[in-house]
């Protein structure tokens, strides 16, 4: 691939040291939108487009582990009001077909020919619709813990179980029970969060839709700890040591979360927390903004395009199901044998969980 940047990014020895995340540049993409975007890596190496989930998280300094940083350029932009594009939280003038625009628009702006994507959850829909559109501009696709935008899928995490429900409390401010229509909850969150001035009752959402995030990651991490402990295997101790290190700082900051959530005083965490989840209740009220049949039709695409996509899924994810991705490469294959593989790690949803980030590095810098 080559590469012509316009731009002077963070050189690469300062990112090989492990600095500390750069300061974002900013790219007018129209309708009052500037998206933050940062690079770090070496600048003639091969470039990567990173892409964050949610919607509505923002790109973070751990998304760079599986790259090599001293042969590989990351390229990582905070989607249509989310992190540091401005302004935050923002959703008018935000679809994903406008995110796709965004990502051409920075294309050229640094004089890219072609890229790699990584993605990540909600961030495997962008990287679909972008190389949907743009299949000449994208080299490969690393897609993590694919999402499908299904109702199960998000209807599985606001709409928790008896046991969840036991495990973090009651929470009289969230919408509805359990069983209820999805769509009216989706409503109402959105309503509840779209305040200019927040409510106790937006503020106690936004906290519990939080704590339902965490748990989930959670679960799956235990599930694929018993495995670990459980599965014969020189490295499984390895394995599990590490996997046990993870859950239980997630289990700290479960427990922080839980602390807060009565105090009436917003603090800097909920302020971040109410952007993202204003993004995130718009996207998911539109189902992403993706017709009935989008993503199949964009797999499809991308194999007869000869677009070659690395699935990988941790075989306990309990956010988005392993079956998207053993869905969709079983319709690659069928459609063009050799377009896609798939690898399913010990690990949950997270992108950092041991075994998921092993996987991940295997994958990146396979052609490096």
């Known amino acids: 691939m080559k590469v012509q940047p316009r731009v002077n990014p ?7 040291r492990g600095s500390a995340w750069p300061a974002p540049h900013y790219l007018s993409v129209g ?6 975007w940062r ?11 990173m892409l964050h989930g949610g919607p509505g998280s923002s790109c973070q300094p751990g998304m760079l582990a599986p790259l090599d940083l001293a042969r590989q350029w990351a390229i990582a932009p905070d989607q249509r009001g989310c992190g540091a594009s401005r302004p935050q939280g923002k959703t008018t003038a935000n679809t994903t077909h406008a995110l796709v ?41 690393v897609l993590r813990g694919a999402f499908a935008l299904r109702r199960c899928e998000v209807g599985g995490l606001l709409q928790p179980s008896p046991g969840v429900t036991r495990s973090l409390g009651a929470e009289p401010h969230w919408p509805t029970a359990a069983g209820h229509a999805l769509p009216p909850l989706l409503a109402r969150l959105k309503q509840l969060l779209q305040s200019g001035t927040p409510s106790v009752a937006s503020l106690r959402v936004l906290r519990r839709w939080n704590l339902l995030e965490t748990e989930a990651a959670g679960r799956g991490m235990r599930r694929s700890l018993r495995h670990a ?17 993870g859950w239980g700082a997630l289990q700290r900051q479960q427990r922080r979360a839980q602390a807060q959530v009565k105090r009436l ?11 993202k989840f204003r993004i995130q209740s718009h996207y998911l009220l539109h189902r992403g903004f993706v017709r009935p049949g989008g993503l199949d039709r964009a797999v499809l695409s991308l194999a007869q395009q000869g677009v070659a996509v690395d699935w990988v899924h941790g075989r306990f994810d309990a956010i988005c199901p392993p079956a998207n991705s053993r869905r969709w490469v079983s319709l690659g294959q069928h459609t063009a044998p050799g377009s896609a ?8 949803h997270l992108g950092h969980e041991p075994d998921m980030l092993s996987a991940l590095r295997a994958r990146v810098r396979s052609s490096v």
């Open 10 to 16: 963070e050189p690469a020895k300062q990112a090989v």
């Open 31 to 36: 309708r009052g939108h500037h998206m933050a």
């Open 39 to 49: 690079a770090v890596g070496n600048p003639a190496g091969e470039p990567w487009l």
């Open 101 to 141: 625009a965004d990502l051409e628009a920075l294309r050229v702006h640094l004089g890219v020919e072609r890229w790699a994507v990584l993605a990540g959850s909600w961030g495997t829909v962008v990287a679909l619709a972008y190389a949907q559109a743009h299949p000449e501009r994208v080299e490969r696709l």
């Open 229 to 245: 402990m459980q599965a014969p295997g020189l490295q499984q101790p390895v394995l599990a040591a590490a996997i046990r290190r």
């Open 265 to 275: 005083r917003m603090n800097q965490a909920d302020r971040r927390a109410l952007n």
């Open 341 to 348: 593989t798939l690898t399913g790690p010990c690990s949950g």
